[in-house]
């Protein structure tokens, strides 16, 4: 079955309390992501937070974040993220858990 | 003046919950800081609560707890490419009046806890990030610096229920940075449905609940399971597999979940539902090796934050709750005797866990995590091998039994070779033993 799944589908059900223009995860350095050849971040994060752009570097987004932390366990023999939760109150509110 | 509590507790999960309420049942003045909108808003659980370790805390949390089903039956399925074999265990004699298992969601149970915990008078506070602990110059943590203003709030002691990511202690220099291969991601949507279709899809009556645990095809060979839990009104899906085989391949976490869902024995059960939320999170599955250290000057730490999760059994929050009051009791010990939260006294945590089931099990298991993150044919071939041999074995072909049982060692050695069979099987043993 080779069928594109629409991510923002599913993230459009859930609640999320947005910090505008605080985001709580940031990629350190640029070039780090350019010269990494996984760039696993990209199909790892369950919310797709991550793309590969068009300069050959990856873009991050984190208004679907779900603060799971994969993301920084993937990067860290690069140590390329800098990763912090939201401020108290922000960020994915689940309803159900 | 900065503010003095007995003790800080920080999350408002099934351990921090466990901690704080027997604290403060016990009189002492404790403070719970949640960051979540409201306890349960940054949580996630499949989820199965088991009963006995929430009674040995609130012993009569039946009369008001929002519970799910009660679970009366487990099935467990390996799951072939459009099939599964599996084993059910049924009886009616989970039907008592303190059933041992339920589904829940969640978030109505922290709000619950949340409940319980004011009618005790501890303290609990929501949407406040803890962001680092405060020591003194000894080393010795001294209370926490939140993102509050003027947010610096002291304790006699800390205990760290803040979760797999566990970003305090990690901060702290009290623990490095979880290994892929110690993690799972699990993703899981929840399916809102009619109660008669649940009751009617899985042979049940109101309040009785079902659960099926999934190996299989579905996790593409990667180490990792699956879940279909029934709820009152809703079902909950999910799979989940180690950070290193993510990282190793190319299937998103939310993909392989709508793999799941489209697998053919797995859709009639969800068909018609609807989706009201996607949530995702980290699981500890790197047991015994990979549990940190668990106490020093002023502090401890519990439940998903001490890497306390039996991956085997899937028990978690029961570990939580078990180690959250663990800690709870040893801070009530140690104050009744007038005796000071130094490590050497906080010891006495480690010992109680050491003496319980959560160590133990932990423990008996410890091999397990390497051995089948060293093993991927115990999620790849051996599903595969095992499904089309029972297909085959159940084809009625005119094939004589004896041929067929030929033709299934044939293919089995074919896959594994005869000394890799072997092997299997001593690897398996010593992964329980």
Redesign the interface.
Known sequence: MNMMVKVEEKLYQNRYIVDESRPHIQIKSEEACKSCDKQACTFCCPAACYSKNETGGVTLVTDGCLECGTCRVVCQDKANIAWDYPRGGYGISYKFG | MVEKFDAIVIGAGPSGNAATYTLAKQGLKVLQLE????P??????G?IMYAHELEKIIPDFRDDCPTERHIIEQRVWLLGDDSYVGTNYRSESFNSDKPNRYTI????I?KWWGEQIRKVGGLQI????VTELIRDPSGKVIGVR???EGGEIHADVVIMADG??A?LAKRAGLQT??A?EN?A?A?K??LFIDPELIQQRFGIKEDEGVVIEIMGKVTKGMVGTAFLYTNKE?LTIGIGCL?SD??N???????ML??LK?HPVIKPLIEGAE????????IPEGGYKAVPQLYGDGWLVVGDAAHFNNAAHREGSNLAMASGRMAAETVIELKAAGKGYTAANLAAYKKKLDDSFIMKDLKKYRELPGIMHGNKQFFGAYPDEITSAVHNWFTVDSVDKKTKEKQIMKSFIKRRSVMGLVGDAIKLVRAVR
């Open positions: 960051r979540g909108e409201y349960g808003a940054k949580n996630v659980q989820g969601i969640r978030a109505n922290d929501c949407e406040t990030t939140t993102d509050r797999v990511n970003l940075e979880a892929p993690v991601l993703v949507e929840i809703s950070i993510f990282k391949g190319d299937c998103p976490p939310y993909k709508e793999d489209n989706m009201k939320e996607y949530a995702a999170h980290m």
